[in-house]
């Protein structure tokens, strides 16, 4: 699926940055993928009292009376053919077991909507990922992502503090579950360390999520998103935001 795409090269780079962007979706799969998130129900703010269609978001937070800022599909998400042949691609297997070791499993694959809207609280703002964190789902980790549809400065881009899955401030050694505002992170990193992921649908890339990263919020139009993510620990029953367990 990854023509031209070694292996060597991109665990390089995460071992250098922790993230390595260039990878490319066929148009066919990311299409069908993007079809499927507008036609399928998803559910809004991690809630799955809140369903609706992407397409009929104003019209879902006028229903519901609240800001909806995401979208996610759950265990749906592998109804979809196109996101299982991204998921069992040999490529992203073979990078990470050469990052990960050889115990390396898929743990995590979901694809999710993030939508502009007027107003949030500070609560959803911040499950909804939107200030600078780093996971901890497992003690090692990976995770590629997919933009599945045209993103630029307006979409909410990811943003990678490239370097930092190396190197951490004490304060954020000792605050592991909290987020932390920008000026703060890049008072640390530097502004050049931050790599704001922009592109067309299709556009991948894949980081260690053991660096800063964070979802910008969308202005101007939805975000959708696919994620892929590998760890070396047995899956737990219960993952976090209810994301599907292969078994």
């Known amino acids: 699926m990854f023509s031209g ?29 993007a079809e499927f998130a507008r036609t399928t129900g998803c559910f809004g703010n991690f809630d799955r009292k809140l369903e609706f269609l992407a397409p009929e978001h104003a019209a879902a937070e006028a229903r519901f009376g609240r800001s909806l800022l995401s979208g996610h599909f759950y265990e749906r998400s592998l109804d ?32 999710w909507w993030s939508f502009p809207t007027k107003s949030a609280s500070e609560a959803d703002l911040s499950r909804a990922s939107f200030k ?18 045209d993103v ?29 505002p920008a000026e703060e992170v890049l008072g640390f990193y530097g502004e050049e360390s931050a790599a ?27 975000r959708l998103m696919m994620e892929v993510g590998f760890g070396v620990s047995k899956p737990s029953r219960r993952r976090f935001h209810g994301e599907p367990v292969l078994r």
């Not at 704001?196 to 939805?222: N, W």
């Open 152 to 180: 630029d400065e307006g979409t909410g881009p990811h943003v990678f503090i490239k370097g930092s899955h190396r190197r951490r401030r004490v304060k954020h050694q000792l605050t592991l579950l909290v987020g932390h």
């Open 196 to 222: 704001t992921l922009t592109g067309k649908a299709g556009f991948g890339f894949v980081e260690d999520p053991f660096g800063f990263h964070m979802g910008t919020v969308p202005m101007q139009k939805p």
């Open 80 to 111: 979809c053919d196109a996101v299982l042949a991204v998921q069992r691609d040999p490529l992203l297997g073979d990078v990470a077991r050469h990052y990960l070791g050889g115990q390396a499993q898929v743990i995590t694959t979901r694809i």
């Open 132 to 149: 600078y964190h780093f996971d901890l789902d497992d003690w090692r980790m990976l995770k590629f992502f997919f933009n599945l549809v």
């Open 5 to 33: 795409i070694e292996c060597d090269g991109v665990v390089h780079a995460l071992q250098t940055d922790g993230l390595f962007a260039g990878l490319m979706l066929p148009e066919s799969i990311h299409r069908d993928i």
